[in-house]
Nanobody, 124 residues
Framework: QVQLVESGGGLVQAGGSLRLSCAAS????????MGWFRQAPGKEREFVAA????????YYADSVKGRFTISRDNAKNTVYLQMNSLKPEDTAVYYC?????????????????WGQGTQVTVAS
């Protein structure tokens, strides 16, 4: 069983930055693929970014590439999402997720555990 707790969301002006954190329980965090997804009102939950167990491989949705950076600290069982140059269309609930198996990093079905989400609102 893995528990994920996100933090760091909030209200920010367009062009601003936020850093999300996701703290994970469990001894095998360092072996998991970790991902961030987001869901805007009335829309499907979509992939944002993912990072492999070592942190050497990262993956991004085209919509956030060059603006968002995913990273992890296995010693702290924490994954981060640094979000810069935020846009109103980035407004959503952001979810952290973990995957034990090697599946497609951008598919929700690849992930076993999910956090409760943290709200990010970007004002224009």
């Amino acid at each position: 069983q893995v528990q994920l707790v996100e933090s760091g969301g909030g209200l920010v002006q367009a062009g601003g930055s936020l850093r999300l954190s996701c703290a994970a329980s469990g001894r095998t965090f360092s072996t998991y693929l970790m991902g961030w997804f987001r869901q805007a009102p009335g829309k499907e939950r979509e992939f944002v970014a993912a990072i492999n167990w070592s942190g050497r491989s990262t993956y991004y949705a085209d919509s956030v590439k060059g603006r968002f950076t995913i990273s992890r600290d296995n010693a702290k069982n924490t994954v981060y999402l640094q979000m810069n140059s935020l846009k109103p269309e980035d407004t959503a609930v952001y979810y952290c997720a973990s995957s034990r198996a090697s599946g497609s990093y951008n598919l929700r079905s690849s992930y076993d555990y999910w956090g409760q989400g943290t709200q990010v609102t970007v004002a224009s």
